[in-house]
């Protein structure tokens, strides 16, 4: 079953998102036609393009970059952005260019040529000229040298650390530390080992989801086209992220694997999912500085904070529901039901915790379909809305104990004080 925000995304949320897109990009066009930063011939090419190709096929990151142009105005970070976008812009419509079109990269700070959807990373090149010669040929032409390179059979040399999880894509691994594809915070903890085993494993988990729920992984593919690898301090430190500003992305940390790395993936494709619609549709007003309880963090969360995990954790209920009813032979059932549960729970409180006076009518609806979804599951688990385990209770003492400031707006069944006064913790 899909969700209320993807089947708001069916229904022209995902095109209400595209048209935002499309605004946007010639926003772009019309300020750099007049900037001294941009090439006009780069822009000319671009422009030419059919205005559907250049939603369906630019990359997450060539997006951010036309955002991140957009937004700096010192003279110097506008240039790195100009060329960050020349690159990822000939980098996600080559497909598309006709044989011989050439876009200049202009000079800036960093120097690595970064191609990601052509695989393609050459350090040391600075002001350069990209030329398709053909449908799998790319020429660079650089002050100190000129190459002529192959896209079927890279050389060490100009490969970038990208791998396909299938050899028919389109998903993607990309652990490229330059910040035309990643941000500083990512960089920092990016993956710089052997990512076949990465790939392998994401291989499996992606087949695994469409073993138990078919529809979700569609959704899934349809959406997310590339995964970043990242390194934590300790093989067993788990942790994964998506940003606003590369929808179609997702983190993910190496120690992941099996059933755990389906939630990851289900996860982050739900926020990215969640991203779109708040494109341009609203689930709530802005209500100030408030912070609310989040059964899953230890710190308080901002209402938008709250209606992510919302929709993140109601969609793993429901892959968690399928996958324990599912013929897959592999799963510890038993781990996979008590999972579900403490997650009923845990949705439980937090819908407890959203003040229904900030939705929007989307809103609401949104808060209902989760509502309703939820009741059906905690009548078939035998759960009751005012019994919570001691984990999830534990879980807020602390939470109460160090964000004293926020628990006005904290809502517990039985009252916030039986909550604080459970045998004498704080």
């Given at each position: 079953m899909k969700s209320y925000v993807g089947s708001i995304l069916d229904r022209g949320g995902r095109n209400a998102y595209e048209g935002w897109l499309f605004r946007r990009l010639w926003d772009f066009f019309d300020e750099a036609r007049d900037d001294e930063f941009w090439d006009i011939a780069n822009l000319s090419q671009l422009e030419a393009l059919d205005p559907l190709d250049l939603l369906a096929h630019g990359t997450p990151f060539f997006w951010m970059n036309v955002r991140r142009f957009r937004s700096v105005a010192e003279a110097g970070s506008r240039?790195?952005?100009a060329r960050d976008v020349v690159m990822t812009g000939f980098d996600s419509y080559f497909h598309l260019l006709p044989d011989g079109a050439c876009f200049s990269v202009p000079r800036a700070e960093r120097e690595t040529l970064v191609l990601p959807r052509l695989g393609i990373s050459i350090p040391g090149i600075s002001q350069a000229r990209l030329r398709r010669l053909d449908a799998r040929t790319l020429e660079v032409e650089a002050a100190a040298q000129s190459l002529t390179i192959d896209l079927k059979q890279r050389s060490e040399s100009h490969r970038a650390r990208t791998w396909n999880v299938?050899?028919?894509?389109?998903?993607?691994?990309?652990?490229?530390?330059?910040?035309a594809v990643t941000t500083?915070?990512?960089?920092?903890?990016?993956?710089?080992?052997?990512?076949?085993?990465?790939?392998?494993?994401?291989?499996?988990?992606?087949?695994?989801i469409d073993s138990i729920d078919s529809e979700l992984a569609r959704s899934i593919r349809n959406l997310i086209h590339w995964f970043v690898p990242l390194i934590?301090?300790?093989?067993?430190?788990?942790?994964?992220?998506?940003?606003?500003?590369?929808?179609?992305?997702?983190?993910?940390?190496e120690a992941y694997s099996g059933l755990r790395l389906c939630e990851a993936i289900i996860h982050e494709f739900h926020h990215n999912e969640l991203f779109v619609l708040e494109a341009t549709q609203r689930l709530a007003v802005p209500d100030g500085?408030?912070?609310?309880?989040?059964?899953?963090?230890?710190d308080p969360r901002p209402l938008s904070g709250l209606l992510h995990a919302l929709h993140v954790f109601s969609g793993i209920a429901r892959f968690f529901e399928r996958a324990e009813s599912s013929a897959q032979e592999d799963l510890d059932r038993g781990e996979v039901h008590h999972t579900r549960?403490?997650?009923?729970?845990?949705?439980?409180?937090?819908?407890?915790q959203t003040p229904k006076q900030s939705l929007t009518s989307l809103g609401e609806g949104f808060l209902q379909e989760i509502d309703d979804d939820l009741m059906r599951q905690e009548r078939e688990l035998g759960l009751r809305p005012?019994?919570?385990?001691?984990?999830?209770?534990?879980?807020?003492r602390t939470w109460c104990h160090e964000n004293p400031g926020c628990m006005e707006h904290l809502h517990w069944p039985g009252g916030v004080r039986e909550l604080i006064d459970y045998k004498g913790a704080p």
């Open positions: 240039t790195q952005a299938f050899e028919e894509g389109p998903e993607t691994v990309i652990a490229i530390v330059d910040l500083p915070d990512t960089a920092a903890t990016m993956a710089s080992g052997e990512m076949h085993a990465f790939s392998t494993k994401l291989a499996c988990a992606l087949r695994l934590m301090p300790s093989p067993s430190f788990y942790s994964s992220y998506s940003e606003r500003d590369m929808i179609g992305v997702i983190h993910l940390s500085e408030t912070r609310y309880y989040s059964p899953w963090r230890p549960s403490e997650l009923c729970q845990k949705l439980r409180i937090a819908i407890s005012d019994r919570v385990s001691d984990a999830v209770s534990a879980h807020a």
